[in-house]
């Protein structure tokens, strides 16, 4: 008989437990009643990370007794999340946590209250959403919404449309997640502007700055165009009331696995297939992911909070998260997880895992990590760099069961590339060691060479979803595989951009290297060949 993940599904409790399933240890029925009569978490962003790891950590306070509320689940990108996987399912996930013996972990993840439309698109869910944020038992909202978006502006500084017309048409016909975060706010504010806070959780540096940035930018525009009064901008920009702590999240959560499906098909467990939405997300009532997570946040919460600590997260000061998330993203994962991905799509590999068995890749990651990078990172007290990076390169990297792919991780690199290379290069030119650098400016010219949707024998390739993508592929237009003089003086709009790099790469050593390396890279095998060089 088939199992299914709905709440009429678990009531028989001996048949999932048989099948190694933890279930939740707490009424849930009584949960969502006093969540949404009264709400403590709102969260942007319904997608793995969330369901696997953030809702998660709700589920240990519940089960403990700490709790008796859980989350309510905001999206703002792909409202096909919550009619496929959220609502068929009551809201519930099967958490798979993939060991690298091959075995599994597996858990009922049943934390979140419901799952709604983030918007004015969807008037029954968006009137709910508001409802919420005028609750003053609501003390925080969170985010996993990438890094894309927080953003407001193209590479040249431009508003981007969506942004723009959203600043013009008001709080009404909100669409972008910073302005729907706007509206929302605006609506407590207009209903006793009780204070609360806006964590971002998402995997970027400064992350609760760039939150609160892009926030108030939006407000500013709203009170200019007679949108919401002064009163209004002093609130939420005031972090007395309204605050924006900064955090570090770590745990990858790739896209569901064909073999965790077809395991979980065999064993019984009804309607595990994934989905494909019209925006090409690739979801499942299942989440699979590695063991290991961290979570640290900045401890300021002017309405109160969930007991976070007692489900494992490091609440600290402001300056150990900024210390930790420069650790990981700069040196420790990040930078690692990216020469991985491009590199990997240019030589067809599908999985990291395999990429870490490739002695030239392996070399790589290793010299950008131990050698380039560790250096130049301030130990953040509440985790040592070096076992985090030896269990990086040791343990999760390597991890032959997890699922997850290059071409996933080659997504809005632009993005990325600022945080993940530039601070160690700023790092480097500041103590005058900057010519050090090799595996750093190898990795950005195969992001560039990876660009040209050729792999290293010039056969076409797909290039992962980009921001900026277009915008990069016209200034490489005129190079052509196979031609390396094509590529002379075309990088320097690219490299001397600071909104790409953090800097400007001509006012380093790097500049020089990246050029030669990409040239290099336009012939037959010579991506491989550039990483001899390592």
Known sequence: MAMHLTDEGLINKKEWEEHGVRLPEYDRAAMRQKTLEAPVWVHFGAGNIFRGFI?????????????????????????????RIYKPFDSLTLMVSLRPDGGTDRE??????????????????????????????????SYTI??????????????????????????AQARHAMAVTAALMLHRYQNGAAPMALV?????????????????????????????????????????????PW?????????????????????????????QTAKHTYIAAFVNAEIPQYLVVEDRFPNGRPALEKAGVYMTDRDTVNKTERMKVTTCLNPLHTALAVYGCLLGYTLIADEMKDPDLKRLVERIGYTEGLPVVTDPGIIRPEA?????????????????????????????????????????????SA????????????????????????????????????????ELSGVRFGEPETAEGVLKPILSNPVIFAVNLYETPLAEKIERNFREMLVPGGVRASLKKI
């Open 55 to 83: 809702a998660g950590l709700q589920q240990r306070l519940l089960d403990a007794g700490l709790a008796d509320r859980g989350i309510i689940a905001a999206e703002t990108f792909d409202d096909e999340i919550i009619d």
């Open 108 to 141: 009922v993840i049943a934390s979140l209250a419901e799952g709604v439309k983030a918007g004015p698109s969807f008037p029954e869910d968006w009137d709910r959403l508001k409802a919420y944020f005028a609750s003053p038992s609501l003390q925080m909202a």
């Open 146 to 171: 990438t890094e894309k978006g927080y953003s407001l502006r193209d590479m040249k500084g431009e508003l981007l449309g969506a942004a723009k017309a959203d600043m013009e048409n008001g709080p």
């Open 247 to 275: 955090s570090m999240i770590d745990k990858i959560t790739p896209r569901p696995a064909e073999s965790i499906t077809r395991t979980l098909t065999e064993e019984g467990f009804a309607d595990m297939a994934p989905v």
């Open 200 to 244: 971002s959780m998402d995997n970027c540096s400064h992350n609760g700055e760039k939150l609160r940035a892009s926030v108030l930018e939006i407000a500013e525009a709203w009170v200019k165009n007679g949108f919401a009064d002064e009163g209004f901008l002093a609130w939420i920009g005031d972090e007395e009331k309204v605050s924006f």
């Open 435 to 474: 010519d050090i650098l090799e595996g750093i400016p190898l990795a950005i010219a195969a992001w560039l060479r990876y660009l040209l949707a050729v792999d290293d024998n010039g056969q076409p390739i797909p290039v992962s979803p980009d921001p900026l993508q277009a915008d990069l592929q016209a």
């Open 388 to 432: 985090f990076l030896k269990e990086v390169l040791e343990q999760r990297l390597p991890n032959p069961f997890m699922p997850d792919t290059p071409q996933r991780i080659a997504c809005d690199t632009s993005q990325k590339v600022p945080i993940r290379f530039g601070e160690t290069v700023k790092s480097r030119m500041k103590d005058g």
